[in-house]
């Protein structure tokens, strides 16, 4: 049975009627979960749906029911975010953990590694961007579904509970040596952060590309929250405009504004006024984050019999990039007292 | 480092000899030889400099772990014992596991020691060897 065949067979048995699945194609990009897009016809209509899927090997290791409760935390918020449909964590007739979800048609994401992709919309995009940022950090996450699966961590204890997760993903997949990165989480233990002032919901991997936009200046769908959690928003906002996603423009940050207005419109949504020490750590983080990410993709790219050129480019030119910028942050640091 | 150009190389063969099934056709295949001629392009850069980058990154740790073991102990200079003789990428890069592990060592021990001094020069360091490693895309038009 093809795809196609196994997913028809899914949803006839989820909806109890006869349902045709029409043009399953896959999607470029999406390298934590398999990523397509399709059409249903079921019960005299037709929906416009897509399907992640677990793949055999990913960039980075996932719940998908913590996605699953993210779209649903969002979607019919205000939020331009997708409905969740279905969630199927055993695999069922896919054989993999699969979710599905609506599909907004009309949009284009932007590659972090085309040149500045918004042209005369950047601004306007980014004050979207960094206002959709700032309206989830502001929700209170104990009122929406992601708070039935994703633990609140402690004021004081958000920094080292990400600082552990992703030097223990280094730990683990690290085929080479870093002393940059190693020397980044060293610095980041010695001077941990303030306490968060809030726990917010965390998208974890809010920015450029990982939203669509309708080539006219309008965000239509903010996608990817297969790294969502519970912790400090300043994450979220470190990551967001991390020199990786800004086409190396030093004036711009994500290729959309100057860094000023868009932490200034972060700051006016979310109702937090930002902490400069606890931001500087945040966002020395963000590329430590990032390093681990790389690092994960370059051993799954050779536990995956090297079969998959994402996960090559991320672990061999992004870990690259990467360490340019983390050397580049460690070098600004002030010398040891 | 990795993944290995030959591994890059290898795995570009290996992901285009197979057949797609029929949902990996059109906008997924195109994107995917998208990136396999990246790879192809970022590995040309790699064979053009990377034994140079290697053999300069091993050279200036091992001079870095000379200077620095008679205030650190002997075991820096044990570990920056030898030279390159193999100027293969494998070689290269095995003795470069050995160096940097060495580095990492000693960049601990001075700041333990709050030896800013040589934690400055070590943050030099990274810098120069990030950027010998650099891999570069051309910029690419927007989708």
């Given amino acids: 049975m093809t795809l196609s065949d196994r997913l028809e067979a899914y949803l006839t048995r989820l909806w109890g009627e006869p349902a045709r ?72 007739e896919l054989e993999r953990p699969f979710f599905i979800m609506g599909r907004i048609d009309g949009g284009k994401a932007a590659s972090p590694f085309s040149t500045p992709p918004y042209g005369e919309h950047a601004a306007r995009i980014g004050q979207q961007f960094f206002s959709h940022l700032g309206t989830i950090a502001a929700a209170d996450p104990a009122s929406l579904p992601i708070a039935q699966v994703a633990q609140a961590p402690a004021l004081d204890a958000c920094w080292k509970r990400e600082l552990d997760y992703w030097e223990g993903v280094i730990e683990a997949d690290e085929l080479h040596p870093q002393p940059i990165v190693r ?23 809010y920015r450029t590309g990982n939203f669509l936009h309708d080539g006219e200046g309008r965000i239509i769908a903010l996608l990817d929250w297969e790294m969502a959690h519970l912790g400090d928003p300043l994450e979220d906002l470190g990551w967001a405009i991390a020199p990786l996603w800004s086409y190396g423009e030093t ?31 945040w966002e020395l983080f963000a590329s430590v984050k990032g390093q681990a990410i790389w690092t994960s993709a370059a051993k799954e790219f050779r536990d995956g019999g090297l079969k998959d050129p994402v996960l090559a480019i991320s672990g061999w030119y992004t870990a690259r990039r990467e360490d340019l910028i983390l050397a580049d942050k460690l070098a600004a640091l002030e010398s040891l007292a | 480092m990795t993944p290995t150009v030959p591994e890059i190389l290898m795995g570009n063969f290996l992901s285009m000899i197979e057949p797609p099934p029929p949902e990996a056709m059109g906008e997924f295949l195109q994107g995917r030889v998208a990136v396999i001629g990246m790879l192809s ?14 053999v300069w990154e091993n ?85």
């Fill in chain 1, 21 to 92: 699945v029409i043009d399953l194609s896959r999607i470029p990009g999406g390298a934590s979960r398999e990523t397509y897009r399709f059409d249903v016809e079921v019960g005299g209509g037709r929906k416009a749906l897509i399907l992640r899927r677990d793949p055999a090997g990913s960039l980075i290791d996932t719940d998908r029911r913590l996605e699953f409760l993210a779209f649903r935390s969002f979607h019919g918020t205000g939020l331009p975010v997708p409905e969740a449909v279905a969630l199927e964590e055993e695999g069922a």
């Fill in chain 1, 183 to 205: 020397a980044a989480i060293r610095r980041l233990r010695a001077s941990p952060p303030p306490p968060a002032r809030r726990i917010s919901v965390v998208h974890g991997d």
């Fill in chain 1, 251 to 281: 004036d711009r940050v994500s290729g959309m504004l100057p860094r000023a207005e868009a932490i200034a419109i972060w700051e006016r949504v979310s109702g937090q006024t930002l902490d400069a020490a606890a931001f500087a750590w």
């Fill in chain 2, 59 to 143: 050279g200036a740790i091992r001079d870095l772990l000379t200077r620095y073991a008679p205030t650190y102990g002997p075991t820096f200079a044990t570990a920056a014992a030898g030279q390159d003789t193999d100027f293969t990428l494998t070689a290269l890069d095995a003795a470069n596991a050995a160096l940097r592990r060495a580095l990492i060592t000693l960049h601990i021990a001075a700041e333990q020691a709050r030896d800013a001094a040589l934690d400055d020069e070590i943050r030099q360091l990274f810098v120069k060897m990030a950027q010998a490693r650099r891999l570069d895309l051309p910029a690419l038009p927007a989708g």
């Fill in chain 2, 41 to 54: 392009m970022l590995c040309a850069q790699e064979a053009e400099s990377g034994i140079a980058a290697r």
